[in-house]
């Protein structure tokens, strides 16, 4: 069989930057690729096969209820939507009519307003809400968020990623604690996170997962918390979420991925650690490099080899050249100004380090 990269003249990649959407994120597993291929050959009842999905994955994952929506970013914006509208149907056919409500803030803190391939107040901008910036870029804390809490707040919205930033910043905890004495909804943004039970048990209303990334997934997403939330959430469907509907097969796939998830789970960080050692130990071998093995900035459970070079000038060099090969090589580059580049294997077998390896070498080489 003709293979896809060759009909399409597409070069092979090498995914050592993470679950990253530019690269289509993760790789299925057959059970779930065989989900999609027996949905994907029967008829539902959509609404029906919605909220029935809903309720399962909220059995499983110990909310009150869940929604199946077709990324993350669509999470975010329908979650704003129905938190605006609070089952609406007037809202719900003109979700941008301002006369319907007045309460469209999102009070977000300062460093949690990123950019994670588009800025995220974009997301709340489509979902019909207004950000409101609590803190500074480099502190918030409860007193900075409750000062920014009006009358015109529709909900506090709290980033859980390695985007935002990390330090001063007030915890989840203190959030859920502010939305309480305040009286507001709390969304998180927990897209890339592995933990599908903490945020909700800690009180946040709203939690949004990125179905592709930690649970390896088809392209989807998972909204989950508590009532009514989450079907205010679900009637968005008939609204702005048209334009990000998601098939049956997509849906099928995640219940199914989620499922394996919680029963196998994700390569544990000692695993991890004894993949990278190897790898690191070919790394060092390299001339004018330093390498290292390091946890993810954030504080999640993974870890990453770490390569040190002289300059940014030689890291962006080494970039290119590993982006510009076949197979291309994409590494985690947010460092790259210091002369820093990570290499995240969960999606990369030792054939492929050994690859990256002798890349390297021929790039160092003519350095």
């Not at 209820?65 to 129905?82: E, M, P, T, Y």
């Not at 990334?213 to 989807?220: L, M, N, R, V």
């Not at 469907?237 to 196998?264: C, D, F, H, P, S």
């Not at 390299?286 to 300059?311: C, F, H, M, N, W």
Request: charge should be neutral; charged fraction near 25%; glycine fraction near 8%.
């Amino acid at each position: 069989m003709e293979q896809i990269h060759d009909k399409l003249q597409l070069k092979q990649v090498i995914n050592a930057s993470g679950k990253m959407t530019i690269l289509g994120v993760s790789k299925i597993a057959d059970d779930v690729a065989e989900s999609l291929k027996i949905a994907g050959q029967q008829f539902f009842e959509m609404d029906v096969l919605m909220k029935q999905t809903g309720a399962y994955l909220a059995n499983l994952l110990k909310t009150e209820d869940a929604q199946i929506v077709s990324s993350a970013s669509a999470g975010i914006a329908l979650s704003v939507a129905g938190v605006i509208g609070k089952g609406s149907k007037k809202h719900l056919y003109d979700p941008y009519d301002i006369s319907l409500t007045s309460k469209r803030q999102i009070v977000l803190p300062k460093g949690h307003n990123v950019d994670y391939g588009v800025p995220i107040e974009l997301m709340v901008k489509q979902g019909g809400g207004v950000v409101r910036e609590a803190g500074y870029a480099n502190m918030c804390t409860k007193d900075h968020l409750r000062a920014q809490i009006t009358a015109e707040t529709a909900a506090i919205l709290y980033v859980k990623s390695h985007h935002t930033v990390q330090k001063s910043m007030l915890t989840v905890e203190e959030a859920v604690s502010v939305a309480r004495e305040m009286a507001v909804p709390l969304i998180i943004d927990a897209a890339a996170e592995e933990d599908v039970f903490c945020y909700t048990a800690a009180g946040a209303d709203l939690v949004i997962y990125s179905g592709a990334k930690a649970f390896e997934g088809p392209s989807s997403g998972l909204v989950i918390g508590r009532d009514p939330y989450v079907s205010w959430v679900r009637l968005q469907a008939k609204g702005i979420g048209r334009t990000m509907k998601i098939g049956k097969e997509n849906v099928m796939g995640l219940v199914t991925a989620m499922e394996r998830y919680l029963t196998v789970g994700s390569e544990s960080p000692q695993a991890m650690k004894q993949r990278l050692i190897p790898f690191v130990e070919a790394l060092n071998q390299l001339p004018a490099v330093v390498a290292e093995i390091v946890q993810d900035g954030s504080g999640r459970a993974i870890y990453r080899a770490q390569l040190k070079l002289a300059t940014a000038e030689m890291a962006q060099s080494v970039i290119e050249g590993q982006r510009h090969g076949n197979p291309a090589i994409y590494t985690r580059d947010y460092l790259s100004n210091r002369g820093v580049i990570e290499y995240d294997i969960r999606s990369v077998d030792e054939a492929e380090m050994k690859l990256i390896v002798t890349r390297l070498q021929e790039i160092l080489k003519e350095k």
